[in-house]
């Protein structure tokens, strides 16, 4: 297949011509207010200032005036700018419902930016997302274990300005403001008067610096900014618990959690306060694995490696007592992350941050995009009184974006051609392993069992290998999802029981079934055969990856032509369709939060709740839910397919009444009905699931 020229010169494509950046416009606007507490994150407002190019300009003003301030920020053809701009704009909305759509009309002409989200923008250009560039260490990592973190004002006005501010933040009037509301600002002390000032005035310096010319990624601001207003709107409505079935859940996780450390104590492995005792442990690991246990990566400080202690190293251990202990550190997080949250009676309001390096986005404070598979989490998680959940999926999203990438690089696709004939690519790469045609596989693939089976390996296949997944990654990714190659072929019965592999190509690796790496090597073989485009996209990548090393960062193709430096073909092949997905779905929530929140269709009884990547969760009141629910599903898909012009767009809308994560469209009579899993036997649902059953 043929590579077309201008591919290895991506970097070399033009931006868009960079035009001097009309400062006059611009006014630095930011909001003091009561502090945020569960439930509210857009609390009342005590105060706001503004200032403009001029310095000395800057001003603070009572709430009175507020209102009058902001729209005099975003009147005419004003740009506003902001440190976390999307907070002040939530603030204003809830405290002055009169400003939602001022808020929308900058953002739709582009005439909001926040520093927060450009600095994001640069330095991922310069390969310093979320990091210091002077030590490469990440600000602080969330859930899932990504670099992710704020750029808060203070940094930048250190970075920017050579200001330090760290002592009057941490320790002046930031968190005090409630104490002065209602109370006139001629009697406001000295300090309180100057610090929002000065907020103001380095927010503006600091936009000025940002915003001078050779900044990479500028152009990218208007669909971040629009993107994080959607998402900070799910925010500041939130989720809602059943307190009640959440209660039984954190009992239980309360229950194991004491029995593992009664257990654990006894056997050595923990110690009376609690912590681990790792001689123990690495003993317990190397008798189980009969004196030749799995070794970590060597290091400056121990250059032949220590026995690994991982948890994939416990649970394949074939030890009862190592496979609890490693199953009871998720269980310990369950407990710290939600023993207080699902009993929670106020919404649930979750932080987003709307950019990582891939243009995807993240979730902290709960990490809802990630939930556990297993301990019913999710099913805590209920609508408001009277609407239900719609989720409407994308399907395959990422095999679509690849697709299209591939279709611009090289002029051809076979994924691509499948995907627009509504072929099943997992069922494809079924027929390629075991010899048998498209035709045969696809209509017995949910009542043959070694078919079924197959088509479940095969989805960790082609979503795993596309970003240069090596076949041991292959097969821990697709086991911790309970995906075991070799027993899904049929091959073993008992995953592990012909033997474990430690080592692959000279590297310590974690324990590995021995037949699932062997067909992890074949499903790969196989799988470029299927889809022969893939070996000139790898090619490619690998090409960019050195380029990166030498400091050149990598142009997407989706809208806004994003850059991003990286020297990890890995990361450079994920990056150019997972982009692609994540600019459209996030493009996706924005046109879904305007018609929610803006518009005068049936979408006025629906407030998005959750952004999932390739997802979107609403809540949907019941009396128009078929309705609604396919409105959503036409912005979505419409809105994709724009971002994904020759490759066809699929979502349909699911119903339930709980978060079911397997929620599938339920339709009678032409009406979507609520969807619930077979067995669900939690009691005050019954009635309501008989009703919804017909």
């Known amino acids: 297949m043929r590579c077309y020229a201008g591919v290895h010169g991506l970097r070399d494509l033009a931006l868009e011509s960079v035009v001097p950046f009309p400062f006059e416009k611009l006014r630095a606007f930011d909001t003091e207010t009561w502090l945020i507490r569960p439930g509210l994150a857009a609390p009342p407002i005590v105060c706001a200032s503004i200032a403009g190019p001029t310095p000395g300009d800057e001003r603070i003003v009572d709430k ?50 926040s520093t927060d989200i450009l600095e994001a923008l640069h330095d991922n250009a310069r390969g310093f997302m979320y990091r210091d560039p002077l030590t490469g260490q990440p600000f602080a990592r969330d859930e899932s274990g990504e670099a992710v973190g704020r750029y808060s004002l203070a940094l930048l006005e250190k970075r920017y300005l050579g200001i330090d501010r760290t002592a009057e933040k941490e320790n002046g009037w930031r968190l005090r403001y409630a104490e002065l509301d ?8 000295d300090e309180a008067i100057e610090y929002p000032r000065r907020d103001a005035r380095g927010t503006f310096d600091v936009l000025r610096a940002q915003l001078a010319e050779g900044r990479q990624n500028v152009q990218c601001i208007g669909q971040e900014m629009r993107a994080a207003w959607a998402l900070h709107l799910m925010k500041i409505y939130g989720m809602r ?47 189980a694995y009969k004196g030749a246990p799995p070794k970590t990566e060597p ?3 121990f250059p032949e490696g220590q026995i690994s202690t991982s948890r994939d190293t416990l649970l394949e251990s074939g030890d009862e007592l190592l496979e609890a202990y490693g199953e009871a550190g ?149 086991r911790k999802k ?54 000139d996209y790898h090619a490619v990548c690998k090409r960019l990856a050195e380029d990166g090393s030498r400091g050149v960062p990598v142009e997407s193709f989706s809208r806004g032509k994003m850059l991003r430096l990286s020297d990890s073909p890995g990361s450079i092949a994920n990056h150019f369709f997972q982009n692609r997905a994540a600019v459209g779905g996030k493009d996706a929530a924005w046109r879904l939060a305007k018609a929610c929140y ?97």
Not at 182 to 189: A, D, F, Y
Not at 507 to 532: G, M, N
Not at 602 to 613: A, D, Y
């Open 64 to 113: 009175a005036a507020a209102l009058r301030t902001f729209r005099g920020c975003v009147a005419g053809d004003g740009i506003i700018g902001g440190a976390n701009l999307v907070y002040d704009f939530g603030v204003m909305a809830a405290n002055f419902p009169e400003t939602i759509p001022d808020i929308f009309r900058s953002l739709e002409e582009s005439r909001a930016v």
């Open 182 to 189: 209602g109370t006139p600002l001629t009697m406001w002390p």
């Open 241 to 287: 618990v059943d307190p009640e079935m959440g209660a039984s859940v954190v009992k239980r996780i309360e229950e194991q959690r004491e029995k593992d450390q009664v257990r654990f104590i006894a056997a050595g492995i923990l110690r009376e306060d609690g912590s681990c005792d790792t001689k123990v442990l690495k003993g317990l690991v190397a008798l």
């Open 299 to 301: 290091s400056t400080r």
């Open 330 to 478: 998720p269980n310990e997080k369950l407990h710290s992350t939600f023993s207080k949250l699902l009993t929670a009676t106020e919404p649930i309001n979750p932080e987003f941050t709307v950019l990582v390096q891939s243009g995807r986005t993240s979730c902290s404070r709960p990490n809802l995009q990630q939930l556990p598979r297993k301990g019913s989490i999710r099913e805590c998680f209920v609508p408001r009184l009277g609407s239900v959940y719609v989720s409407v999926d994308y399907a395959a999203n990422e095999l679509v974006t690849l697709s299209q990438v591939c279709l611009e690089w090289f002029k051809a696709s076979r994924m691509a051609d499948a995907i627009n004939a509504g072929q099943d690519l997992h069922c494809r790469l079924v027929g390629r392993v075991i010899g048998r045609s498209y035709d045969e596989v696809y209509p017995i693939r949910k009542s043959d069992p070694l078919i079924k089976g197959l088509r479940q390996a095969m989805k960790e296949v082609n979503f795993g290998l596309p970003g240069f997944m090596g076949p041991p990654k292959l097969v821990a990714t697709a």
């Open 482 to 535: 309970d995906v075991r190659f070799c027993e899904l072929a049929k091959v073993l019965e008992h995953c592990g029981s012909a033997g474990k592999e430690t080592e692959y190509w000279g590297r310590p690796i974690s324990p590995t079934c021995t037949k699932c790496l062997e067909l992890a090597i074949q499903y790969r073989d196989l799988w470029y055969e299927e889809w022969p485009e893939m070996k």
């Open 598 to 694: 803006l518009g005068d269709s049936v979408l006025r009884n629906c407030r998005p709740v959750l952004f999932l990547h390739d997802e979107i969760l609403a809540e949907i009141r019941e009396e128009v839910l078929t309705e609604a629910a396919l409105a959503q599903a036409e912005i979505m898909v419409d809105t994709m397919q724009e971002h994904v012009p020759d490759v066809k767009v699929s979502a349909e809308p699911a119903a339930c009444r709980r978060w079911f994560k397997d929620a599938e469209p339920v339709w009678k009579d032409g009406k979507l009905r609520p969807w619930w899993p077979a067995g669900w036997d939690w009691s005050p649902d019954q009635e309501r699931m008989r009703e919804d059953l017909g």
